[in-house]
């Protein structure tokens, strides 16, 4: 077997949005659709599920180092294990006031446990954010998810693929996301990159086969 390209990466797509079936939705599964075609597994995460039955839903920085006791038993526990084996996060994010979701950024405030066990490290990760209207702060919710990601010691790419182009920071869209057709393009070119380098990546990660 070639672990280059036979090798099924594990692909997890994480909905910051409120709405369970909004923009952010539509290209995420767009994303993980082609994910799946490449060959890869997929999981998707929404934040506002995961959140769902914590005594409090953001971080109080209770522990250092953090142990996730706040998830235990909770949805959250699930989503941070499956954090925990992915090859490659792709993080969509409707755009509020220039940059992430509340609900995003308080889902990721609490991955601390996975940053003391380097679980993120050379994990592969790609951002799309969706905003109002065309320059609506799509760049800088974008930038900052590749901030969060980087955090981790994560390995960020952009939508830019061997059989396309360079691409750019990431994929942006307007809304409605689906009349968005070049959003939808750089959606796709997103998802085969993300897949291709967590393939030729996958012997630089803490606990991976």
Known sequence: ????????????????????????????????????????????????????????????????????????????????????????????????????????KAFWDKTRSLRSGKRLLNVVGGAIAVGGSPYGGQETAVQAIHHMMLVHGMLVVGDGYIDDDCGHLGAMANRPALEDVHALERVEVLAKRVVQVARATRNIRVGRG
């Open 1 to 104: 077997m070639n672990h280059i390209t036979d090798y099924r990466p594990l692909i997890i797509g994480i909905n910051g949005s409120p709405n369970k079936e909004g923009n952010t939705s539509v290209l995420l599964g767009e994303a993980l659709k082609v994910c799946t075609e490449m060959g890869a597994e997929v999981e998707l995460i929404r934040c506002s599920e995961a959140l769902k039955g914590l005594k409090a839903p953001f971080c109080t920085h209770c522990q250092s180092p953090c142990q996730s006791r706040c998830a235990e038993g909770k949805p959250l526990e699930k989503a941070l294990q499956s954090l925990g084996r992915a090859d490659g996060i792709i993080i969509g994010s409707p755009v509020y006031f220039g940059t992430v979701s509340g609900q995003l």
